[in-house]
């Protein structure tokens, strides 16, 4: 049986974490910046780590 290969979408948008967690970019920090508050933009540029819930699945599609 061959190796499973690494879904490349999934793994170019996540990196995973020293403790084993996936962290990713936050959505919506592209376009139509004028409506959004300087707090909002500024809280958008950290990073966030992906819910516990759909750690397993996303996982998977890795191949960790």
Request: proline content about 3%.
């Amino acid at each position: 049986m061959p190796k499973m290969k690494t879904k490349r979408g999934l793994a170019k948008r996540v990196k995973v974490t020293a403790s084993g967690k996936l962290k990713h970019k936050k959505q919506n920090l592209r376009h139509i910046l004028t409506k959004k508050t300087p707090k909002r933009k500024r809280q958008l540029r950290q990073h966030d780590i992906i819910a516990h819930a759909d750690e397993k699945r996303l996982k998977a599609l890795l191949n960790d």
